[in-house]
């Protein structure tokens, strides 16, 4: 029965100290073979004048976001064709890499590459994922899309994972596999 305790700062709300629980779960059980029942998190709140480093008194930091949450806003800003919102959410540096392409690195080149391929694409997600590995948190979400080929032919199910890396709250990388090629018929490989 592994038992986990953690000493914080008290200014985090139920939801962050939540997150912060089910997170030291997860990691216990990355390496101990025990189940969620069996694992206890205990969560030690100071007050800020009852703490001090280096002889100074400590505000806590503000928690990091969510970011299987920033990864959903970003993708419904894409889907919806907000390039502004979804272009706020970047960082420095960003990339895509789609099946068959070259990694790209504005969302303009995105949708010059998607333009002949489908008249739009929607998203359904069957579950988004988030990992911490060093200072990058990884999201994979996975799902299945949905839309019209260009002469207006519906298509759905088809099967898609983005995985995501992100670093101080921006996106960094976007990775991208899905079965679109497969469902589209020999005719459209011609392009």
């Not at 953690?6 to 629980?21: F, N, P, V, W």
């Not at 970047?90 to 895509?96: H, S, T």
């Not at 994979?140 to 199910?157: I, P």
């Not at 992100?166 to 020999?186: F, H, S, Y």
Request: glycine letters at 8%; zero cysteines; charged letters at 25%.
């Amino acid at each position: 029965m592994p038992v986990v305790e953690a000493h914080i700062l008290q200014g985090y709300d139920a939801g962050e100290k939540s997150r912060l629980t089910s997170a030291l779960t997860d990691a216990v059980r990355f390496v101990v073979p025990a189940p969620d029942e069996a694992i206890t998190v205990l969560l030690h709140e100071y007050p800020a004048d009852a703490y001090a480093r280096g002889g100074e008194q400590r505000r806590p930091a503000p928690a990091n976001a969510d970011p299987r949450l920033l990864v959903k806003g970003y993708l419904a800003a894409m889907e919806a064709r907000d390039l502004d919102t979804a272009k706020a959410v970047l960082g420095d540096g960003f990339q895509m890499v789609f099946p068959g392409t070259q990694a790209m690195t504005s969302l303009t080149e995105l949708i010059e590459w998607a333009r002949g391929r489908y008249r739009f694409v929607t998203k359904a997600y069957e579950a988004i994922e988030a990992f911490h590995n060093g200072r990058v948190s990884v999201v994979y979400v996975r799902g299945t899309l949905s839309g019209e080929w260009m002469d207006g032919t519906a298509f759905d199910g088809i099967r898609f994972i983005d995985r995501f890396e992100i670093t101080g709250g921006k996106i960094l990388r976007q990775d991208v596999w899905n079965d679109i090629a497969e469902m589209r018929g020999p005719e459209v490989h011609a392009e």
